[in-house]
């Protein structure tokens, strides 16, 4: 018996819109707990909730960025639960018609492509936060975060193994930063991730009870937290063992995921529709509306990448979800050699921003000068050796200057250092004149005798190359006007 893994996820991505999905309350990270409520935050009876436009705008473009059909007729529900940091008794959620349904994200995994469906994207409200104060028995509530919007997207059960749950998420938190609608943080919870894990046999299409680990809040986690779990349901069934559907955490710090709830304690929601909101309807200029306001998929914008800068998928793919990169890339390309510039951005300037913990708007040489320098190497006056070594960190200290203008300075300082090293070498041979006769005698190790002088004289500062060609040079010429 061949046991297969049947992965799921519902992905949790909050929304950062300025006020909360149905009430003007703001929408802010980190404040003191319960500064940032109303009585609609609260649940106060009497209150009525109005949906934030632009949460709606938001969802949609999240829908159109993994190719979801478009809900012209959605309408919100009611989810109750009884939790204590839910103070109506119920979320405000979609159920049966979420605004989109039917989308995927293709990932790009070593066979090839493996296309993760979407069953729907939902809006709903986020809930509460029950904190446990330390030292205490006693808990807390804070209410800032309920009705912080948020979209949940639920794969089908397309995953198969821990890398492709940790690839999709990696995918989501570039999309959902790529269009700006989120900071997909999941260190702060604005991602947030469950994954239900079930095993199948191969050839079969039964699923068996699934698991599900809940609260996953680091997309490494994730990984762990499902290779873990495809373990222990392994051992269990080939031991004869048996599953029940149920809801496990995953401990970090031990590295094990352990069971919270049974099915017995399975909520049941008593969905009912939300009466304080009608259904909503869209038309078609409003969706057209927030497509014509959003970036180019990132899949578009790659090709056209492909296709201007004959670039490598590799290299399209880190400038797509980088945009300060991406502008100074196009501004510092050189036609028709666009692979150099991605080789410096990729290099040297990266390796500047990593070693003063910088960004590329801050990266202390403007596009344009770096396209001239790029462009003197392309030319074939400079090699890269002389481009990296010498002119590229002059640059980042005389930020006015060309790379043109440096390099016509520094070819005066090479001249010069060339007349003095002829003087230098003149002098040395003519201090022996007994060893320039044992050189024309075939004694070409005295070479090294006058490398020994130019270097003393010129305190170990002499190129050696270019020394011992000068010192062979004069030899020669010395020995010839005999
Ligand atoms: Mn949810």
Request: net charge negative; aromatic share 8%.
């Amino acid at each position: 018996m061949k046991l297969k893994a049947v992965i799921g996820l519902e992905i949790h991505v909050q929304l950062n819109t300025q006020s909360k999905i149905f009430s003007s309350d703001p929408n802010i990270f980190g404040e003191d707990p319960n500064t940032q409520i109303s009585p609609i935050s609260v649940g106060y009876p009497g209150t009525l909730p109005k949906l934030n436009i632009q949460a709606l705008r938001k969802a949609i473009v999240m829908g159109i960025a993994c190719h979801c059909d478009i809900n012209m007729n959605s309408e919100f529900s009611r989810k109750h639960y009884f939790y204590p940091d839910l103070p109506k008794g119920y979320q405000i959620t979609q159920h049966e018609e979420s605004i989109c349904k039917n989308g995927y994200i293709d990932l790009n995994i070593n066979s090839g492509i493996k296309r993760i469906r979407f069953e729907k994207i939902h809006l709903e409200e986020d809930a509460g936060k029950s904190m446990h104060l330390e030292n205490s028995d006693q808990s807390a509530i804070d209410l800032n975060r309920a009705g912080v919007p948020l979209i949940e997207m639920v794969t089908r059960p397309d995953l198969s193994t821990a890398e492709e749950a940790y690839q999709l998420l990696i995918n989501v938190r570039r999309l959902v930063r790529y269009f700006g609608i989120s900071d997909g943080d999941m260190e702060k919870g604005s991602l947030r991730c469950d994954a239900n894990v079930s095993l199948r046999e191969e050839n079969s299409e039964d699923l068996r009870d699934k698991v599900e680990i809940k609260n996953l809040n680091s997309i490494r986690f994730v990984r762990n937290a499902i290779e873990l779990e495809i373990k222990r349901q392994h051992k269990i069934y080939t031991e004869g063992g048996k599953i029940e559907s149920h809801t496990r955490a995953y401990d970090d710090m031990k590295n094990i995921t352990f069971p919270t709830r049974s099915k017995e304690m399975a909520h049941d929601y008593r969905y009912l529709p939300e009466p304080d909101l009608p259904q909503f309807i869209l038309s078609q200029e409003f969706i057209e509306g927030v497509k014509n306001e959003m970036l180019p998929l990132p899949e578009i914008l790659q090709k056209e990448l492909q296709q201007n800068y004959e670039l490598t998928k590799d290299d399209t793919e880190l400038l797509i979800f980088d945009f300060d990169l991406l502008n100074y890339f196009r501004k510092a390309a050189v036609e028709n050699n666009s692979e150099l510039t991605m080789n410096w951005i990729k290099g040297p300037v990266k390796q500047h921003l990593n070693q003063y913990d910088i960004d590329i708007v801050d990266f202390p040489i403007d596009p344009l000068k770096l396209k001239g320098l790029l462009l003197l190497i392309n030319n074939g006056d400079i090699n890269h050796n002389i481009a990296s070594k010498k002119i590229f960190p002059l640059m980042l200290k005389e930020r006015e200057k060309t790379a043109k203008q440096i390099w016509d300075e520094l070819n005066v300082e090479i001249k010069s250092d060339v007349s003095s090293l002829k003087q230098m070498v003149e002098q040395a041979v003519s201090m022996f004149p007994d060893k320039v006769e044992a050189y024309s005698n075939g004694k070409k190790g005295v070479v090294e005798l006058f490398m020994g002088q130019v270097m003393k004289a010129s305190k170990g500062t002499a190129d050696p190359a270019l020394s011992r060609k000068m010192i062979i040079e004069t030899l020669n010429n010395k020995n010839s006007k005999k």
